[in-house]
């Protein structure tokens, strides 16, 4: 039976996923805090690039980063769950994992918290049980035909009622602060890079999750053909620790691509807020540039574009035509084939001028503005 919203006062977002899944939520957010005026949202996180995520974002009134970086090795556990019984006194009014959820430390999280009324995502029977799934007071079926956006915005339904399955537009952009904005106006100056015509990449992918990288050299082969274009500029953003994968990407180049790795979350956000285009593997970034409204066009091999393809009209996917494609099935089901992917197999098939193909499209649908 479903409460009155308004005797809702304290909701709790768990969130056990990396940044792209996170990012992935904020037309939730956006749409608990309209239809919650009166509630503190607060969240709950394992990585450190989510974290600064919710910090950014004005609905959300506190953040708990527990864990680190997506780990939960025994000793990392421990820590965690100390964490999350720590914030039972706070007596929340509801908690809503983050799809996906199908893992037991999502379920154990919700009930360490203590929420009286704990929603997540039901997945095949099988992993009922495995993940105690019974412990959880509200179950949405998840679909493996949606967008994750969509899960996300169902499990809405049994708190607020119906709930339209597509985010307004607006739900669908990147809190961006001032100080981060001036942060990137004075890197792209410093770099002589404000008459436009940019294009952003991201090569990288998390360590665990290399099998969604797009090989070195094609990335190569790709810059080469777009600065054949004298008027084009290329940045490549990463996180800190991928800066000497991007410099060997970007060294034969001679200082032509430009490398930001040093920023914040939030003022690489604004940089690729700043960019024409952006190209990158399926990952958190290619997520940041679509949710700044930037042309994104998305690189994917294993997993799947129906679930986590940059959300809006304006951007664009290109995958393999290989047998295997979208074989990574998380949460739904085990991943057959995944160890072929792990070498980049499917991804070893997209070559250069494929995916250069598919960016004039891009660019044609989205031409920049004089």
């Given at each position: 039976m479903r409460r009155s919203s308004g005797d809702i006062r304290r909701v709790m977002i768990l969130t056990l996923t990396g940044l792209g899944n996170t990012l992935l939520y904020l037309p939730t957010l956006r749409e608990l805090a309209?239809?919650?005026?009166?509630?503190?949202?607060?969240?709950?996180?394992?990585?450190?690039?989510?974290?600064?995520?919710?910090?950014?974002?004005?609905?959300?009134?506190?953040?708990?980063q527990i864990g680190r970086e997506r780990t939960m090795r025994p000793g990392v556990a421990m820590?965690?769950?100390?964490?999350?019984?720590?914030?039972?006194?706070?007596?929340?009014?509801?908690?809503l994992t983050?799809?996906?959820?199908?893992?037991l430390a999502c379920t154990a999280l919700a009930v360490l918290i203590g929420a009286r009324r704990r929603l997540a995502h039901r997945y095949a029977p099988r992993y009922h049980w495995r993940n105690m799934n019974a412990l959880l007071h509200t179950e949405v079926r998840a679909d493996d035909t949606l967008h994750d956006i969509e899960q996300n915005r169902r499990l809405l339904a049994p708190l607020l009622g119906e709930i339209e399955s597509r985010a307004r537009p607006d739900d669908l952009l990147m809190p961006l602060r001032d100080e981060d904005r001036r942060a990137a106006d004075a890197l792209l100056e410093d770099w002589s890079l404000q008459d436009g015509n940019i294009v952003g990449m991201h090569v990288t992918s998390y360590p665990d999750m290399t099998y969604k990288r797009w090989a070195p050299d094609r990335f190569q082969g790709l810059i080469e053909r777009l600065l054949s274009d004298p008027t084009r500029s290329v940045i490549i953003v990463g996180a800190p620790d991928e800066r000497a994968y991007?410099?060997?990407?970007?060294?034969?180049?001679?200082?032509?691509?430009?490398?930001?790795?040093?920023?914040?979350?939030?003022?690489?956000?604004?940089?690729?807020?700043?960019c024409d285009y952006f190209v990158s593997n399926d990952s958190g970034l290619m997520h940041v540039a679509a949710l700044c409204g930037v042309p994104t066009l998305g690189i994917f091999g294993p997993t799947n574009p129906s679930r986590t393809a940059p959300s809006g009209p304006q951007h664009r996917v290109v995958a393999p035509d290989h047998p295997c494609t979208a074989c990574y099935r998380y949460p739904f089901a085990p991943s057959p084939g995944l160890q072929n992917c792990m070498q980049r197999s499917c991804l070893e098939d997209l070559g250069v001028g494929t995916v250069y193909d598919a960016f004039v499209e891009l660019q044609r649908a989205n031409p920049i503005e004089e």
């Open positions: 309209r239809r919650l005026p009166q509630a503190q949202l607060d969240a709950v996180c394992a990585s450190a690039a989510a974290r600064e995520f919710f910090e950014a974002c004005p609905e959300i009134t506190n953040v708990y820590a965690a769950a100390v964490a999350a019984l720590r914030l039972r006194p706070q007596r929340y009014d509801v908690s983050v799809f996906p959820s199908n893992r991007i410099e060997n990407i970007a060294r034969p180049f001679a200082g032509r691509v430009k490398i930001c790795t040093d920023a914040t979350l939030m003022h690489a956000t604004a940089v690729v807020a700043r």
